[in-house]
T-cell receptor, first 111, second 116 residues
């Protein structure tokens, strides 16, 4: 199943910019997730949403702000990021907490 | 706390060789789930398999096979007759029981390179 889409695929932004990442799943899942994947680091869970409610915030800095308007859409709003925030941001969804299906990711570069 | 360890950071093989990727996990949960994901250069993680803690049957899917051993807390993944297209980063992951909407714990990943 490859029903999770993410836009944009690539993003370059300055430290003073504001941008948003978008994730959409077409699988009818109830849970959605944001992960950060940096070079040479394990995947880091950032946020979890169940039925549109945030159930997990893994000590993520406030410059990352998630939004889940419905079970199919998930956003990650970015502002005043730092160069160390450059990474691959992956969105995933799952049915009732089982295997998660991932999107292709957004490759973010902060200059 | 949950932990997944993939001891092999990188593996390099020649096409048609068999290769085994190791995964060792730690959890206090009696019910849990184990997964393997493949991440090709395109970046998307592709789900390969889920195994429940109460089902220790090994599984084979084409050239892929998985060996789950609760006694050693291991869930190893073997690719038989490897191909260049198998080159990717492979992640083992653990989902503890008792949580409806899972917080997956991933291993560090193993970079597999298959040379022609």
């Amino acid at each position: 199943e490859t029903g999770v889409t993410q836009t944009p695929r690539h993003l370059v932004m300055g430290m003073t910019n504001k941008k948003s990442l978008k994730c959409e799943q077409h699988l009818g899942h109830n849970a959605m997730y944001w992960y950060k994947q940096s070079a040479k680091k394990p995947l880091e869970l950032m946020f979890v949403y169940n039925f549109k409610e945030q159930t997990e915030n893994n000590s993520v800095p406030s410059r990352f702000s998630p939004e889940c308007p419905n079970s199919s859409h998930l956003f990650l709003h970015l502002h005043t990021l730092q160069p160390e925030d450059s990474a691959l941001y992956l969105c995933a969804s799952s049915p009732r907490g089982y295997e998660q299906y991932f999107g292709p990711g957004t490759r973010l570069t902060v200059t | 706390a949950q932990k997944v360890t993939q001891a092999q950071t990188e593996i390099s093989v020649v096409e048609k060789e068999d290769v085994t990727l190791d995964c060792v996990y730690e959890t206090r949960d009696t019910t849990y789930y184990l997964f393997w994901y493949k991440q090709p250069p395109s970046g998307e993680l592709v789900f390969l398999i889920r195994r429940n803690s109460f089902d220790e049957q090994n599984e084979i899917s084409g050239r892929y096979s998985w060996n789950f051993q609760k006694s050693t807390s291991s869930f190893n993944f073997t690719i038989t007759a490897s191909q260049v297209v198998d080159s990717a980063v492979y992640f083992c992951a653990l989902l503890g029981g008792g949580t409806s909407y899972g917080k997956l714990t991933f291993g560090q990943g193993t970079i597999l390179t298959v040379h022609p």
